[in-house]
């Protein structure tokens, strides 16, 4: 999605991660998505393991909103997803998308269970959630579109995002 050179932190995995994906995020990845001359969205990657907790502190403080990338098809990671929600929820108020992945993969559970597995049991206190793809362009950009339509939702209704 980014207009510049991604700098791409990832490496071959050589843990039990190489039975999900060949390679895995060591840090954070950095891209721009330029809208207009005074308007680019500035896109971090990072990790999610826990290990990495020391880069969200330091990149969430800093942002304007999120998306959570959460894999559909695995709800064993469920829980580390609500740790990772739990984590920015403590230190920011910011407006947040539930991006699931693999939605198409057999076993992927339904946005409505996600979202339940992940928490938001009551749907007015509920972050928009996508499905997208990210490893297809313009999938992602539907997500930040979403991104961008809730924040300035936010900012309109003055009303702090997911609650």
Known sequence: VSEIDVVDTDCLATDVTTKIKQKTTVAMDFG????????????????????FDFMWDILIRKAHAYILLVDAHRPS????????????????KI?????????????????????????FVDQSNRPPMVSLNANQRDSVIQALIVLVQYIIKCDIYHTPPNG
């Open 95 to 119: 407006p947040l998308v539930i991006g699931l992945t693999h939605v198409d993969c057999q076993g992927a559970w339904s946005q409505e269970d996600v979202a339940i597995a992940l928490g």
């Open 32 to 51: 721009r998505l330029q809208f207009a001359q005074d308007m680019a969205l500035h896109l971090y990657g990072t990790p999610g393991q826990s290990r």
């Open 77 to 92: 990671q469920f829980s580390a997803s609500r740790r990772l929600l739990s984590f920015m929820g403590q230190r920011v």
